[in-house]
């Protein structure tokens, strides 16, 4: 069964609105979750890296006023788009370490598709 | 040059047929290696880890080269349920970051 959940699935919105992209680990706590975006045929490109109780680290060249990320929980990160335009319609998927044994397995959440209008 | 490079296919094979796919990554320090197997509009699972020693779980071996910095990943008796993008997956140090290639395609037909 899945261990990381991801909500919505699919949004459709409005130019300019904000949407909100929530991520779940289930059953395990989580104090590193991680967010990625996906264009059509290609690969996974890392957006930022979420930590537990503080702010998130963001790769070279993603806004961080424009995609906010809160990790308030053990067991829950989410991902603000604001002012959404169509060039940001994508695939956004999270992913979350389980075993801290383990620390470069990631599970992944469903993702969410993100339609901008 | 791309961190991770993997031939995008697609590779339409015939059931029951062997197929590898190679992948090749830049940075010499990277640690940890993997595959993911990735479905149409879905998100990726993980299909195997990379070992230095090659290793196999049922139909698939997974190798890796890190002499040449290469992985390869080979798959024998290929089912139709195999169809979906491999994608060839890179740590390059620190547990946070994982480096995606951009993925292959499979096909598998009747």
């Known amino acids: 069964g899945a261990v990381v959940s991801q909500h919505p699935s699919w949004v459709i919105c409005k130019s300019g609105t904000s949407v909100k992209i929530e991520c779940r680990s289930l059953d395990f706590q989580a104090t590193t979750m991680f967010w990625y975006r996906q264009f059509p045929k290609q690969s996974l490109m890392l957006m930022a890296t979420?930590?537990?109780?503080?702010?998130?680290?963001?790769e070279q060249g993603v806004e961080k006023d424009k995609f906010l990320i809160n990790h308030a929980s053990l067991t829950l990160s989410t991902l603000t788009v604001t002012s959404a335009h169509p060039e940001d319609s994508s695939f956004y998927i999270c992913?979350?370490?389980?075993?801290?044994?383990?620390?470069?397995?990631?599970?992944f959440g469903a993702g969410t598709r993100l339609s901008v209008l | 040059r791309k961190e991770v490079e993997q031939d995008p296919g697609p590779f339409n094979v015939p059931e029951g047929a062997t197929v590898a796919f190679n992948c090749t990554y830049s940075n010499s320090a990277s640690q940890s290696f993997f595959w993911y197997r990735q479905d149409c509009r879905k998100e990726p699972k993980l299909l195997m880890s990379?070992?230095?020693s090659g290793n196999e779980d049922g139909r698939f071996t997974a190798q890796l080269n890190r002499a040449s910095q290469y992985i390869s990943l080979l798959i024998r008796d290929s089912k139709l349920s195999d169809s979906a993008t491999y994608l060839c997956v890179v740590n390059p140090g620190g547990y946070n970051k994982l480096i995606f290639g951009a993925g292959t395609r499979l096909a598998v037909h009747p």
């Open positions: 990379v070992y230095s």
């Open positions: 992913s979350a370490v389980r075993d801290q044994l383990a620390k470069n397995i990631q599970y």
């Open positions: 979420s930590n537990e109780g503080s702010k998130a680290t963001y």
